[in-house]
T-cell receptor, first 112, second 112 residues
């Protein structure tokens, strides 16, 4: 089945540690995105990538980093510089311009 | 200033009691308006895309409509399984590549 796979589903991090969230898609989509969702807030864009080896900062990129070495993969690293990393992280992909995005099932990150 | 505003924030309906959710937007150069359903702890599930004023889309008990400044998601004779958060998103101009700009959602509860 085609889709987007995020792993792990739950992740716990100690303060000061970097963690990497995985996102893989087999939809052959060019564009991929990372969003953050907090209670009472809409989805906020962290980073996006329109093609391999290219990515751009979204509205809240500080404390995060990404790579796009393969079309299918768009991992997100939450660095120790991110002051409030506890949140629900969602990865999405789309064919491209003016089309709907499809989402993975999310990773819930908790800092302990 | 929010570019996408959804109302109400929360809505409680009796089974069979029809109603509408609103999504108003202030962006210029709308390229597409998208509706999603999100269940607790899950990623958003795509419902509809609307591209131009006057357009309508239907799926089971849901019907989405679009005007120049807002969209409505009409729910006819809802059932308890329609309980979820409904998200609206827009794509406009040349913002953030193809990324979607989300509202904060309407939380719908349908009671038997």
């Amino acid at each position: 089945d085609g889709g987007i796979t995020q792993s792990p589903k739950y992740l716990f991090r100690k303060e000061g540690q970097n963690v990497t969230l995985s996102c893989e898609q087999n939809l052959n989509h060019d564009a991929m995105y990372w969003y953050r969702q907090d209670p009472g807030q809409g989805l906020r864009l962290i980073y996006y990538s329109q093609i391999v080896n290219d990515f751009q900062k979204g509205d809240i990129a500080e404390g995060y980093s990404v790579s796009r070495e393969k079309k299918e993969s768009f991992p997100l690293t939450v660095t120790s510089a991110q002051k409030n990393p506890t949140a629900f992280y969602l990865c999405a992909s789309s064919k491209g311009r003016y089309t709907e995005a499809f989402f993975g099932q999310g990773t819930r990150l908790t800092v302990v | 200033e929010d570019q996408v505003t959804q109302s109400p924030e929360a809505l409680r309906l009796q089974e069979g009691e029809s109603s509408s959710l609103n999504c108003s937007y202030t962006v210029s150069g709308l390229r597409g308006l998208f509706w999603y359903r999100q269940d607790p702890g899950k990623g958003p599930e795509f419902l509809f895309t609307l591209y131009s004023a006057g357009e309508e889309k239907e799926k089971e008990r849901l019907k989405a409509t679009l005007t120049k400044k807002e969209s409505f998601l009409h729910i006819t004779a809802p059932k308890p399984e329609d309980s979820a958060t409904y998200l609206c998103a827009v794509q406009y101009g040349s913002n953030s590549g193809y990324a979607l700009n989300f509202g904060k959602g309407t939380s719908l509860l349908v009671t038997p």
